[in-house]
């Protein structure tokens, strides 16, 4: 008798590691991504705590949000921005699954179930925010 399949899970799709993908380590006050630079990865928390910020030109910093466990980093590279609009800090040591945009761009529309999870978890930021 054949195994029961199990549903395809997104969450677990944008957190295991695998082709395109793997677990990177970061020490508390590390940068995952900076202001400015190129908008080429979506990051999924694996553990830990991240700070989001952005830098006015006048230097003034503003905390946009405190991420943490399964919330994702970097989801400016979804909405077609070509540099990053905030940076991202770790706060505490944590691992985080990078999503380089050749590896996942294509599985991202909004039809798909891995495009309709990362919609969800960014709405909800948008209201935490």
Avoid at 8 to 14: E, G, R
Avoid at 25 to 30: A, D, K, L, T
Wanted: aromatic share 6%; with cysteine.
């Amino acid at each position: 008798m054949a195994k029961p399949r199990r549903a395809f899970s997104p969450k677990i799709f944008l957190t295991t590691v695998g082709p395109g993908r793997k677990m990177m380590c970061f020490s508390r006050g590390q940068t995952l991504s900076a202001q400015g630079d190129a908008a080429d990865a979506l990051f999924v928390i694996q553990n830990g705590r991240v700070k989001l910020r952005v830098k006015s030109r006048a230097g003034r910093e503003a905390i946009l949000a405190i991420l943490s466990d399964a919330d994702l980093v970097g989801n400016d590279c979804l909405a077609g921005q070509s540099r990053r609009i905030a940076s991202a800090i770790a706060l505490t040591e944590c691992n985080c699954t990078p999503n380089y945009e050749a590896s996942h761009k294509a599985r991202f529309d909004t039809a798909s179930e891995v495009g309709k999870y990362v919609l969800g978890v960014c709405v909800g930021k948008e209201h935490r925010i």
